[in-house]
DNA sequence: GCCAACGTTGGC
DNA sequence: GCCAACGTTGGC
C-alpha cells in the first residue's frame, strides 16, 4: 500500500505549474533533520504526495504527485553558489538526501488551509498540528478526505 | 511587516 | 546535556 504525504512548497519558488510543466523534479532545498529523515527512512517509491503552497495568499493543498525515486543526493548543498549550500556537508557523507517526484494532477477544488481549520475530519492533519514541518505524513483517511474535497 | 511557534547553535 | 540566544517559517 503506498502511503500518502504532505510536501510543502512556496509558489514564488516553485510552483504545483512548475511541476506539470516539467513532468518530474527532484525535491531539493529540505534543510531540516526532521524533515530529511522523512524523506531518508520513510519516504517510498509509489507514494503519493499532496502538493501544499505555503507562504502565499491563499495557502492550500493544490494538487497531487508521486514519488519515483529515493536516496537521491541534493547536490545544492554542495554549491556555494546555491540558497541551499551546506559548508559542513561533504561529498563522501552528503547530508541532504531527497526524493524525485513526478507530476499527476491539479486538485480542480484546491483546499485552503482554512478548510483545513475548519473541517473535523482534518483536526489531527500534520498541517494543524505541526504546521512548521515540511514534509509531513497524511493518514489514509485524511488522503480519502482531502482526495473527495479536492474533486 | 509582525510575531508566535519552533528549530538550531554554541557556551558552559 | 542544558538552555539562552538567535534564526527561520509561515499565517495573518
Known amino acids: 500500500m503506498p502511503q500518502y504525504w504532505l510536501f510543502k ?3 514564488d519558488e516553485y510552483s504545483i505549474d512548475d511541476l506539470a510543466r516539467e513532468g518530474e523534479c527532484l ?4 534543510r531540516n ?3 530529511r529523515n522523512r524523506l531518508r527512512d520513510e519516504v517510498e517509491v509509489g507514494d503519493l504526495v499532496f502538493i501544499y503552497h505555503s507562504s ?5 493543498v ?3 504527485a508521486e514519488v519515483t525515486a529515493t536516496g537521491c ?18 561529498r563522501e557523507a552528503p547530508r541532504w538526501v531527497t526524493v524525485r517526484v ?6 480542480p477544488n484546491a483546499i485552503t488551509l482554512k478548510d483545513i481549520k475548519s473541517r473535523k475530519s482534518f483536526t489531527d492533519m500534520e498541517l494543524v498540528t505541526r504546521a512548521r514541518l ?3 505524513h497524511v493518514s489514509q483517511k485524511e488522503a480519502d478526505e482531502l482526495l473527495k474535497q479536492g474533486k
Open 73 to 90: 543526493v541534493d547536490d545544492a548543498q554542495f554549491n556555494a553558489q546555491s540558497p541551499y549550500y551546506d559548508s559542513k556537508s561533504t
Open 102 to 107: 513526478r507530476y499527476r494532477e491539479h486538485l
Open 62 to 64: 493544490v494538487g497531487l
Open 33 to 35: 533533520y526532521q524533515a
Open 27 to 30: 525535491w531539493e532545498g529540505i
Open 56 to 60: 502565499c495568499a491563499v495557502p492550500a
Open 134 to 136: 515540511s514534509i509531513q
Open 9 to 11: 512548497t512556496e509558489p
